[in-house]
């Protein structure tokens, strides 16, 4: 199969009107049985952060420390693992550039923190609110340019231009949130556009570079970008729920987080389309006050539940990791496959 066979991603809206609430339930084991076919991978991960986390200026070093240190997942590294595995890679230089995407990532998180006045990241105190903005802003500045930095190492302009590319998204991404910031009114197609460029892309930046460095063609590379596309799409879906469904000390942050931020989420918007004229207007004074109490969060929670927000949101969510699992279709079955695929099955039946 070559290239042109695997599909685009793309800025569609799915539709969903067959798939009413398809979230499956987690198998009980299913996290565990990923992590098994991974920790090797993870413990990889951890000790390259370590070593590359290292600077002569001590605050770089904790502040950085600080925010790798604070519980990630590690979603985007080990995905790059996985994808240079798939496509056949066998050797020991695959640790470095996948620490290059959580590095991305953990910048793009300070960043965002500062931007938005976040009090907590991942159940600690946002590093922000501890050493203050110019330093958490340079440190990720810092982080960014490390990346840069470890990622020519490689002498591949495939992996840089994949790198690049991706963050110059993703600040394009970061400016369409700032201007969508309390827009009530944002499309359901506008809002897909803010979060692929804001967490997609980083993810299917990591899948593509790890097919580059796998040695994949121009098949498997398409395919495995198309994967984390839709992953990535899936994940963050399934966060917009969770800001209205999940529970603080599994979450890291309050419930409702996005809402105190002012950011009008899908859940939101396609109950706000779907809600009758008084629902409405109750939706839109809550969300346009300067703080929301926790009263009126739970009835903003209610709304957006009985108009099939969150209902609507999952089978989204679901549509797109099946769509993730297609994309895959290419590679031989294998345990690298078959973990690839239980990803792409967890990150929509998770609850934190």
Known sequence: MDA????????????????????????????????????????????????????DIP?????????????????????????SKVCGYKGNDDASLAVVFEFVHAATLLHDDVVDHAEFRRSRPAANTVWGNPAVV???????????????????????????????????????QLV????????ESEYLEVITRKTAVLISAACQAGAILGGGGPAEERAL?????????????????????GEAEQLGKPVGNDLQEGKATLPLIYALKNAKAAERFRLRQIFTSEHIPAREMS???????????????????????????????IFPQGPVKETLEDIADYVICRRT
């Open 59 to 83: 605050l770089i070093s904790v502040v950085a420390r600080y925010i790798m240190g604070s519980g990630g997942k590690r979603l985007r590294p080990l995905l790059m693992m996985l994808s």
């Open 138 to 176: 340079l440190v990720g500045d810092f982080l960014y340019t490390r990346s840069i930095q470890i990622a020519v190492g490689y002498r591949d302009i495939r992996i840089l231009k994949v790198l690049l590319d991706a963050t110059t998204r993703m600040s394009e991404g970061e400016v369409l």
């Open 299 to 329: 009835e903003i929670s209610n709304l957006v539940v009985r108009n099939g927000g969150i209902v609507y949101t999952n089978s989204l969510a679901r549509a797109h990791s099946i769509r993730a699992r297609e994309a895959l279709r």
């Open 4 to 55: 042109a066979q695997i599909e685009e991603p793309d800025f569609q809206v799915v539709d969903v009107s067959a798939l009413p609430n398809l979230m499956p339930a987690c198998p009980e084991n299913l996290k565990k049985k990923i992590h098994a076919q991974v920790c090797g991978d993870l413990a990889r991960i951890e000790d390259e952060i370590s070593r590359l986390l290292k600077s």
């Open 225 to 245: 970008e198309t994967y984390g596309h839709h992953l990535g799409i899936a994940f963050q879906l399934i966060d917009d729920t969770l800001d209205f469904t």
């Open 180 to 187: 969508n910031s309390d827009n009530l009114e944002i499309s």
